[in-house]
């Protein structure tokens, strides 16, 4: 029987380079979408799939996403004051949502060494991986079936999206054959291989269900394709399944697109549709009329400074003296003294 799974490692330190410069002073995982950082949403897909013990892995200049699932005295004690109860609520439930620890990675050795970081968190059972910057939106949450597939074969789990084209060469893509459907027992993986050398067109998203002796397999991996830190994290040596997104029954939010498996990256370009962005839009006499009033404004403002500055002249400015006027002054003599 297969060990119940109980925790999950986030491994969040990266730096983001993809959604630059976005993420120059903010952490990728903050990023928000809609009304939620990524974070959150993959926080909340742990719970839902009933693993609330979770590890974040966490780097330099990544402390708002500590504060993010901290309490907030502050921010809690003023909505109180100002009688906001429901929204003291929304963000007392954030900070009540997971038993949440965290490591720091010092150095961005790639996703291999910040699932390593785990080692002594996880310790000897299987355990959860899940990316925040891969989102699966469906109404069975996606690590939750992967948990499924995981009981049942009693071997780790990666979730794979479908990917046509040339793009595959940015994923990690499975080579295998299919043991039911949407279940594939993978038999080779290769990193960002080449269009012309992919073994398919499955690649691995940011959902993994692992087993404590891939601690052993990061120690004994090599560097990746183009010297890369080791980003395979699961080892050849140990039975591998997949479940492919085409049975995840997932759905997209709206504005998402008709895939139903999207990474962040997809889904913040695409959440407004062209419906929402018309609505936006103003009419050509508003836009006139604003421009004529803006004209004004800047005219006012200009007479504004004008006059400013000369006062400001006239006060700094120093004045002027007359010299005094030169009078002759009389012959004064001692009285008695003829003139």
């Known amino acids: 029987m297969a060990q119940p799974i109980r925790k999950a490692v986030f491994p969040a330190a990266g730096l983001g380079t993809r959604f630059l410069p976005a993420t120059k002073a903010s952490p990728k995982e903050m990023l928000p979408l809609v009304d939620k950082p990524l974070i959150q949403y993959a ?6 799939s009933g693993i609330d013990t979770i590890l974040i892995v966490t780097g330099r200049d990544k402390t708002a996403i500590e504060d993010h699932f901290d309490i907030s005295f502050e921010l809690e004690h003023m909505l109180k004051e100002r009688g906001k109860g429901d929204m ?18 010092k150095e961005a050795l790639g996703l291999g060494h910040a699932i390593y970081q785990g080692k002594d968190f996880v310790g000897d059972e299987p355990f959860a991986v899940l990316l925040a910057d891969d989102m699966v939106d469906a109404e069975v949450p996606a690590i939750k079936q992967m948990m499924a597939v995981y009981e049942k074969y009693d071997a780790p789990v990666l ?22 459907p949407g279940v594939m027992r993978v038999s080779d993986m290769v990193e960002k291989p080449d269009f012309k050398d992919a073994p398919s067109d499955l690649a691995i998203i940011g959902r993994y269900i692992l087993t404590p002796d891939i601690f052993d397999a990061i120690e004994g991996t090599q560097a990746g394709s183009g010297g890369d ?3 395979q994290i699961a080892p050849s040596r140990t039975p591998c399944h997949a479940r492919t997104e085409r049975q995840f029954g997932a759905t997209p939010r709206a504005g998402l697109g008709p895939a139903r498996c999207r990474t962040a990256t997809h889904a913040l370009v695409a959440t407004l549709t062209p419906q929402h962005r018309d ?6 006499p508003t836009l006139a009329k604003n421009r004529s009033a803006r004209e004004r404004g800047r005219a006012r403002c200009g007479l504004r400074r004008a006059r400013t ?21 009389p012959n004064l003599l001692p009285l008695g003294t003829a003139s």
């Open 279 to 284: 609505r936006g839009r103003r009419s050509t």
């Open 43 to 48: 926080v909340e897909e742990s719970v839902a």
């Open 88 to 105: 003291f609520d929304l963000v007392r439930k954030v900070s009540d949502l997971a038993k949440i620890s965290y490591t720091r990675q």
């Open 309 to 329: 500055a000369r006062c400001r002249k006239a006060r700094f400015q120093p004045r002027l003296r007359r010299p005094p006027l030169l009078r002759q002054q």
């Open 229 to 231: 830190p080791p980003s």
């Open 159 to 180: 979730a794979t999206m479908q990917v046509e084209g040339e793009a595959i060469s940015r994923f990690g893509v499975i080579a295998g054959e299919e043991v039911e």
